[in-house]
Each structure stands twice: as structure tokens, then as C-alpha cells.
């Protein structure tokens, strides 16, 4: 973890590119998980339309006969399930503590201010969610009769962050060395809860530290709490992430647990996902 509170995610260079279907590729159990090799990635159109014509469709490709409906995956259905019954439980242990402080105050308010719903957004397009997806997330947070509010607040900046509005950039999830450097600047835009301890030691009286072992409170026992902190006040912000990654799903602190290569937010997510998928092949053997 070398370096600085505020530079201790340094990714080495282009290593720490970020490539749409990374995980697709990756990983070797997602039709396990019930998804889709061939599940579409950044659509702004409905599942089924074909968007290259052939002769048969015509100049405009098949258009759809039905009403517009999104095929939600395991990924996306998962999200929403922890929207709906909060933060807790094993339904939300995947997601990082980064993420899961947005899915808590989305649960709790249904809204996030525009840096949060920026890096939200960018973390489902990490999870290799599609823009039909990621819109169903943020539409369900709008009761009925203020989709003219989802509309205005949030179509475009979702479409937008897919590469399908605007400059059509194909922006990239947050590093964690982003995060990093943006909770070492203080300036309210959301980062790693485990940056900006560096300095205060593991004992109690540092706000900071105070905070984020209340925070760690709701997810690991007591004691573990206090030690992912020091860790964290030690100026180790990867190795108290990956710590408190191993505390929470079981792994014991003396063996090399899967969290391995800790990029990006989404790196724990598909972490914790295998070990969900290995447990549940184990229980059917």
C-alpha cells in the first residue's frame, strides 16, 4: 500500500484501465448467475430491437411489436432488492463501503446529490450492467406520477455517462486511487472512507477514525471494527478496504483471500460474487 494517505492507491500507469465487459470475460461462473454472454452493454434501445438492419427488417432495423420492457439482471436486481430493504443483510455484502454509503442514503432519502449519483451510475456501468438497466435503478427511486422529475434529473446524465449523450465520451468507473485523492482533498465530493486517518493512530478520540469505526460497526463485529481503523490510521487504505472485504465474508486474516488486485470499486463486487457463486455450486455438489 507505500505511499501517503491521500496517494496510497497509485495504480502504476495504464495497468488500472478499465475496458466495458471486463467482467463478462472475467469471470467463470456468470451464467451461473443466470445472465448472458450476449446480454447488451450499452443500449439506449430496448432488449430485442435489432440495431444493425438486414434485408428482411428494412432501412430501420426490426422495431419492436411489443410494449418496451428491460430485462433486468441478477446484477440489477440485486441493487434494486438492497434499495428497497436497505443496507444489511448478505444481499448487500458485496458492494464496497464507497458504494454502500450511496445505496444507504438512496434508501434512506431517495436522492443523491450529483457527484454521489455520478459515481453510483459509473459503478453499475462498472458491474457491467447495460444503460437500460442502470436507468430502471434510478427510475425506481421516482414514485408514480414524478417521472417528468426522473426525466429532467436523471436520463440524460445516465445516457451521458454511457458514451449516448452529449460529447458520447465513454467515461470509466472511479478508481480507487481517485476516490482516494478525492476524500484527501476534503472538498465534499464522495471518496474512500478509509482515506484522511493517516496520522490519528487506532486508539479513539479522532473523529475521523470515531466515524468510520461507527461505520464499520454496521457490517463486521466490534473488534474486527477496531482493527480495519488502525489499519486505516496507519495510512493503509487498500489494506484496511481488503480487510475489512476478508473480515466480512469469513476469510481468515492469515491466508491470501481473493480480493488480490483492489483497482476499482467493482474489483469487490465481483469478488464477493464469485465466493457467492462457489458457495452455492459447493451446497448443490
Known sequence: DGGADGSAFDLGGASGRWRRGWRRKKSKHRRSRGGSDHR??????????????????GPYG????G??????GPDAKRVLRVLRRGVKGVAARPYPPCVRR???????ERHLKHHSRWQLTLFLKGVDMSVDEAL????????????????????????????LEGKMADY??????????????????????????????????????????????????????????????AGAPRAACRALFDHAHGIPRDTSGPLRDLRFPHDWYHASVD???????????
Open 62 to 65: 426490426r422495431l419492436p411489436t
Open 136 to 163: 430502471a435503478v434510478w427510475r425506481s427511486q421516482f414514485p408514480h406520477g414524478k417521472m417528468a422529475d426522473f426525466q429532467r434529473e436523471h436520463t440524460y446524465a445516465v445516457r451521458h455517462s454511457f458514451g
Open 275 to 285: 465466493l457467492e457463486d462457489e458457495a452455492r455450486e459447493a451446497r448443490e455438489a
Open 172 to 233: 470509466p468507473p472511479h478508481t480507487c486511487e481517485r476516490l482516494g485523492k478525492n476524500s484527501a482533498r476534503g472538498d465534499g465530493e464522495p471518496g474512500c472512507p478509509f482515506v484522511g486517518c493517516a496520522g490519528a493512530g487506532g486508539g479513539r478520540g479522532n473523529d475521523r477514525v470515531d466515524a468510520l469505526r461507527r461505520e464499520l460497526g454496521g457490517v463486521v463485529d466490534p473488534s474486527a471494527a477496531d482493527e480495519i481503523a488502525a489499519v486505516a490510521a
Open 102 to 108: 450511496h445505496l444507504e442514503t438512496l434508501h434512506r
Open 67 to 72: 410494449p418496451w420492457t428491460v430485462e433486468l
Open 40 to 57: 447488451p452493454i450499452a443500449s439506449s434501445l430496448p432488449a430485442g430491437l435489432h440495431v444493425q438492419p438486414t434485408r428482411a427488417d
